[in-house]
């Protein structure tokens, strides 16, 4: 059995906008093929391409704009129908379809859908189904996330638990769209081990990234995308290379190593009445404790970093501070606010960057409509604005490099431009402090390097920053605080460097 995908000058449009132009590409048998590009490339678009997920342009005649041609077992077709049986499919896209549409089930009946190709089984479920789900999430190594609903998961469990969807048919090809988005360092290492031993097995790699540094050693041989066409082809460590954003001149965007030594630099003690403090909290999700006898107090002026790995409950943790979750016991209190809170009265000093609301977000908003929604605090965007609210979500949307992006709807951007414009929409009624799951997820290094600067720039005009990561070595220079959470409990609190350099240690 063999299966190679050929593409060669293909073009794609939407809403008229040229999103692949002229682009060619090869996947042989058993291949392994990297897509590197940034924020809007294409990386994405050409994966469903060469899957069969979405067609070429239509000529005036009625023909395809460019050649698309499977070769399946030696014979030739332009039908993507069979190859597609044979090429499983993970990342983002399909980790946010699954949130979008409320799919709440068990894990292994996640699983058990990529069977069909389905979001959900199709069909009977019987007792070979379930055992073959369950063999393949043993086989990854996270059998624990069989019974789990799939909308208690954070993100990397989830992109885990995709992986094994797209497994369970042992398919001649992996597809990955940015698979290790959300991934703490463990996870990756297994994703790695995992990549290896299918290439061993002769299945075929096709991966869509911005961080090719993540990439394991394999012998990639990578296609570099920019505004939609092909501008690199050639090994991983020169299309990387090439990839790889210019220093940029003094005055520009500061190292990693210049965040650190910044951060060494003293910030004043903090003063006054906490701001948030919570006290012996517990936390419930379908029964199972999420947060357990959780301690802790924002003042003014720290800035907090959320670490701990996949499941640890830093996700929960902000969606607690945020009045979407409530205790189970134990007291939480905000801004001297009577309990219980309004969210309004939240809204107005809290806003919230998670990844479940850019997945939920109403597909046809466009991206000025995102940013303008923040005045209101609503899923899209119900009341008038005004020429006030207009020009502030302007403004934003030019400091976050979106201005060319506004009027198009945010289900045609990719992940890291969809996340900078939810950031948009949380700064846009200017809050005291700023909840942050994942802000770097999705961007590209340039994106990742603006938004480090940005953060640090809001952070010295006075907001404070709550903000979760598992990029240890991507933090902003104004953070002076640390909480690691692991399996629901704080393990670690206190001063940046120190808590962090245990919680390495560990």
């Avoid at 600067?453 to 953070?479: K, N």
Wanted: proline residues 6%; contains cysteine.
């Amino acid at each position: 059995m063999s299966l190679e995908i050929i593409l060669n000058t293909v073009r794609v449009s939407r809403g008229g906008v040229p999103i692949l132009d002229g682009v060619s590409w090869r996947l042989a048998p058993g291949g392994r093929a990297a897509l590197i590009g940034g924020n809007g490339a294409g990386k994405s678009t050409l994966l469903s391409l060469a899957r069969g997920d979405i067609w070429p342009d239509q000529r005036s005649d009625g023909s395809d704009d460019g050649e698309r041609l499977y070769v399946v077992d030696g014979k030739p077709t332009p039908s993507p129908i069979e190859a597609r049986t044979r090429i499983g499919l993970t990342g983002s896209d399909l980790r946010d379809l699954y949130r979008r549409r409320e799919i709440d089930v068990a894990g292994w009946l996640v699983v058990v859908s990529g069977l069909t190709d389905s979001p959900l089984p199709a069909g009977f479920v019987g007792e070979a189904e379930r055992k073959l789900a369950f063999k393949t999430l043993k086989e990854l190594g996270i059998s624990e996330l069989a019974d789990r609903p799939y909308l208690e998961l954070s993100q990397g469990q989830a992109q885990a638990l995709l992986l094994a969807r797209a497994m369970i048919r042992r398919p001649e090809w992996l597809f990955l769209d940015e698979a290790a988005d959300g991934l703490d360092s463990h996870a990756r290492r297994l994703l790695h081990k995992i990549l290896i031993r299918l290439t061993d097995q002769g299945v075929g790699l096709a991966v869509a990234t911005h961080q090719p540094h993540l990439l394991p050693d394999l012998g990639f041989e990578a296609l570099v995308l920019g505004g939609g066409k092909a501008v690199f082809a050639g090994p991983l460590p020169e299309a990387a290379a090439h990839f790889a954003p210019k220093r940029k001149a003094a005055g520009g965007v500061r190292s990693s190593t210049a965040r650190a030594a910044a951060r060494r630099t003293p910030h004043a003690a903090p003063s006054g009445e906490p701001l948030v403090t919570v006290q012996g909290v517990q936390v419930l999700l379908c029964e199972r404790e999420a947060l357990s006898r959780i301690d802790w107090t924002l003042l003014p002026g720290e800035n907090w970093v959320i670490a701990g790995k996949n499941g640890a409950g830093k996700s929960t943790f902000l969606k607690l501070l945020a009045g979407d979750l409530y205790p189970s016991s134990g007291t939480i209190s905000r801004f001297g606010l009577t309990e219980p809170v309004s969210l309004w009265d939240l809204r107005e000093r809290m806003g919230l960057v998670s990844w479940e609301w850019q997945a939920q977000y109403p597909a046809d908003s466009t991206v000025r409509g995102v940013v303008v929604s923040g005045f209101f605090g609503s899923f899209g965007l119900y009341d008038t604005p005004g020429k006030k609210e207009l020009a502030l979500a302007d403004d934003w949307l030019g400091r976050l490099g979106l201005s060319h992006l506004a009027d198009r709807p945010i289900a045609t951007l990719s992940q890291g431009q969809a996340r900078r414009a939810m950031i948009g929409r949380a700064l846009a009624f200017d809050p005291a402090v700023l909840l942050l799951d994942e802000p770097l997820g999705g961007l590209d290094p340039a994106a990742r390097a603006g938004m480090l600067e940005l953060l640090d720039d809001l952070a010295a005009q006075g907001r404070q920053l709550v903000m979760v990561t598992h990029g240890l070595d991507e933090i902003p220079s104004r953070m002076t605080h640390a909480l690691v959470l692991d399996q629901g409990r704080i393990v670690a609190q206190g001063p940046l460097e120190k808590t962090l350099n245990a919680y390495d240690a560990g």
